[in-house]
């Protein structure tokens, strides 16, 4: 049976809280499972932290430090090189297009002429323009041959004065051809004959006549140098040819004489 002793003692036993308990800390248990705890969360944090990369730029400076000023730097001229070779390819791309595609001023105006020329062709191969242009040029030649004078015969001249107005005062379009003759060289009398004929073949052209001794030229002239035959236009002297006997001999035709004028371009051809 239980003493009073033990009844107070028992009590105490069961509802004693040991002060060194308290302060000692925790059972073994409770130290085991806090520091089974405490290890896992120690490795969690370890796989959840970890630091990032140290060149993974993502343009904000995660170290305000010397190391993330640098980096910083690093990146920014690594962008500005980048920046500056895509630039150079793109010029060069450019360059080679224009390279390609440009003409030079020269060449673009010679095609241009080209096609101006094909372009002129083309119009005249079309027939009916050809017929329109043949036209109007005979139209034209008509009016011209209107307006000249004409004459058909060979005229004598009688002195020096109608000798210069016959070339001076003479429309500007008609050619002038002088025969200056000896009236005893025998040349002379076919070069006579064969005038008369041109002059009725070339109506527009003045075919005259005048003696040696009116002019005024020398006796060896006279005795040498005839037949000559001065053409004029415009009151200027286109042709002169003199000693014309040792050209085409002392018997000639028209058609010889008709031939050396025309060779010399002092008659237009038929």
């Known amino acids: 049976m239980a003493t009073l002793e033990d009844k107070i003692l028992g009590n105490k036993l069961q509802n004693y809280c040991s002060s060194s308990e308290d302060e000692g800390g925790e059972s073994d248990d409770d130290r085991s499972g806090d520091e089974e705890g405490g290890e896992v969360t120690k490795s969690q944090v370890a796989t ?17 430090g010397p190391k993330g000023v640098l980096e910083d ?35 673009a105006a010679q095609e241009k002429k080209k096609e101006e020329i094909e372009d ?11 017929l329109q242009y043949q036209k109007q040029r005979m139209e034209e030649l008509m009016s011209q041959l209107q307006k000249v004078p004409k004459f058909g015969v060979l005229t004598t001249l009688n002195s020096q004065d109608e000798f210069l107005n016959a070339i001076d005062k003479e429309d500007p379009k008609v050619t002038v051809i002088i025969h200056i003759y000896n009236s005893t060289t025998r040349a002379c009398e076919t070069m006579d004959g064969c005038l008369n004929i041109l002059a009725t073949d070339y109506p527009t052209t003045k075919f005259c006549r005048i ?22 236009k415009g009151g200027q002297i286109i042709g002169n040819f003199v000693q014309l006997a040792t050209e085409l001999g002392n018997d000639f035709f028209a058609v010889d004489v008709e031939r050396f004028l025309i060779e010399y371009g002092m008659l237009p051809e038929k």
């Open 73 to 107: 730097w690093r990146r920014f001229k690594q962008l500005e090189a980048e920046n500056r070779a895509e630039l150079a390819k793109e010029r060069i791309a450019l360059a080679k297009k224009l390279t390609l595609t440009v003409k030079p001023e020269r060449e």
């Open 211 to 232: 003696a040696a001794d009116i002019t005024g030229l020398s006796r060896h002239f006279r005795v040498d140098g005839v037949p000559a035959l001065l053409a004029y």
């Open 48 to 64: 959840n932290a970890e630091p990032p990369p140290i060149n993974n730029w993502t343009g904000q400076a995660s170290n305000t």
């Open 120 to 130: 002129e062709l083309s119009e005249l191969m079309d027939e009916e323009f050809l």
